[in-house]
């Protein structure tokens, strides 16, 4: 199994900035992908941005410009940092990964138990 830690989030007024961190422990398995997804009150949970190998895959329009995702391939970390931040950033931001389990390879997502961000005046 895959066990992420997050880190990260808060409240913060708009334009202002907030990091996000998410940590692989305890696990051999393989990690293709890591990323964020998001989910605002009322609405469906969204793609934030994802990483494959080192290059930001999928980033939304709606963020893009504003926020960085990172991979620490090494630690199997990912970082997502989050600046100029929007009353409409608000929700709750979820960690997912892309791995493959041993001892089979099987292919698997797996989700963090979810950070709030906050952004209001």
């Known amino acids: 199994q895959v066990q992420l830690v997050e880190s990260g989030g808060g409240s913060v007024q708009p334009g202002g900035s907030l990091r996000l961190s998410c940590a692989v422990v305890?696990?051999?398995?393989?990690?293709?992908?890591m990323g964020w997804y998001r989910q605002a009150p009322g609405k469906a949970r969204e793609l934030v941005a994802d990483i494959s190998g080192g290059i930001s895959r999928n980033v939304a329009d709606s963020v893009k410009g504003r926020f960085t995702i990172s991979r620490d391939h090494a630690k199997n970390t990912a970082t997502l940092q989050m600046n100029s931040l929007r009353p409409e950033d608000t929700g709750v931001y979820y960690c997912?990964?892309?791995?493959?389990?041993?001892?089979?390879?099987?292919?698997?997502?797996?989700w963090g138990n979810g950070t709030l961000v906050t952004v209001s005046a």
């Open positions: 305890g696990s051999d398995a393989i990690i293709n992908a």
């Open positions: 997912y990964v892309a791995a493959v389990t041993r001892p089979k390879f099987t292919p698997m997502d797996f």
